[in-house]
């Protein structure tokens, strides 16, 4: 019995550092949406439904990420807060596929424009030496790509460890 609980205290440490880090990509996320919506070719002057998905996924962040590390710390009854963790989580993970699906189409797109070279699409440029051309990646979209990514990488092996956890000998299921 004693073995049982310290797996799945294991579980849970580790469940709760993978959302830690899912926090941190969100936070990537909100970064680079932030510079994106003061941009002259962002979303105040492009008015698409695409920019529902990066308002959803800033807005339902916060929430949904506080719930799932709830979910992790808690000990006693807790079936409505796994309930909501999986809701909000599937909705993050569909807004985020839909700002991946967004900026990803605009990387493979420079790409593409540039002979297969992501180099030439990805421009680093702290002094500000060389202004980015109209066919890079701003860096403000790959914070919101690389944040996106992250965020849906590490929750999504985190609510795998608390699905196997909701399985165990001390839970009936996850909810």
């Known amino acids: 019995m004693a073995y049982v609980v310290q797996e799945a205290m294991r579980k849970s440490c580790f469940a709760i550092v993978l959302s830690i880090l899912a926090t941190l990509g969100w936070l990537v996320f909100i970064g680079g949406f932030g510079k994106h919506e003061h941009d002259e070719d962002g979303f105040k002057f492009q008015l698409k439904t ?25 000990t006693g009854c807790h079936k409505c807060l796994g309930v909501l963790m999986v809701f909000l989580n599937i909705c993050m993970f569909v807004f985020a596929g839909g700002v991946l699906q967004d900026t990803g189409t605009r990387i493979a797109n420079c790409i593409d424009q540039h002979n297969s070279t992501f180099r030439a699409c990805v421009v680093f440029n702290p002094e500000k030496k060389l202004a980015p051309t109209h066919l890079s990646v701003q860096p403000y979209e790959q914070c919101e790509f690389a944040g996106a990514l992250l965020y849906c990488l590490f929750q999504s092996i985190a609510l795998t460890i608390h699905f196997a956890k909701g399985q165990g000998t001390d839970y009936a299921s996850l909810a």
């Open 50 to 74: 695409s920019a529902f998905v990066y308002w959803a996924l800033a807005l339902a962040g916060l929430p949904g990420i506080i719930f799932t590390l709830a979910y992790g710390c808690s």
